[in-house]
Structures are given as C-alpha cells and as structure tokens.
C-alpha cells in the first residue's frame, strides 16, 4: 500500500480564500479551505489543509494546477 503524504507551502500559499485551485481541481475531494483562529472574517486566518490525503489518487493535478506552486505530492 502507498503512502501518500502532501505539503503546502504556506509562504506561498497566501490567499487560499481567493484561490482555490486545489480545490477545484481535486476529483476525490482531498483538500479543505478552513480558518485557524475564531476570527474566520479574516482571510489571514484562511488555508487550505489536504485533510483526507489517504484520497489522494496520485494524479498530482494539484501540483499543476496551482497558481503559486505551493502544494508538493510525496508517494512512498
């Protein structure tokens, strides 16, 4: 059985509201937007997190298809 382990690189990564590549991209739904502080109004406080990854197919259409090449896909 592979793993599969995926990084984003929040530095890069800085407007994951307005974005939303990954998401849209993602066929068996692996990522989330979702907020880090009670103050969800703040987009400061928005990032995409790859919550499901054992979903992930391996198709690296993430990788791709991101504007600020922030995602990377590790299949062992």
């Not at 509201?17 to 987009?43: G, K, M, S, W």
């Amino acid at each position: 059985m592979k793993k599969i382990k995926i990084n984003i690189d929040y530095s890069k990564c800085i407007t994951p509201e307005n974005c939303r590549a990954c998401i849209n991209i993602c066929q068996p739904v692996v990522f989330v937007l979702t907020f880090t502080d009670e103050d969800y109004h703040d987009p400061k406080n928005w990032k995409i997190v790859p919550i499901f990854p054992i979903l992930c197919i391996g198709c690296n259409l993430c990788v791709e298809n991101c504007p600020e090449k922030a995602i990377n896909v590790l299949i062992k």
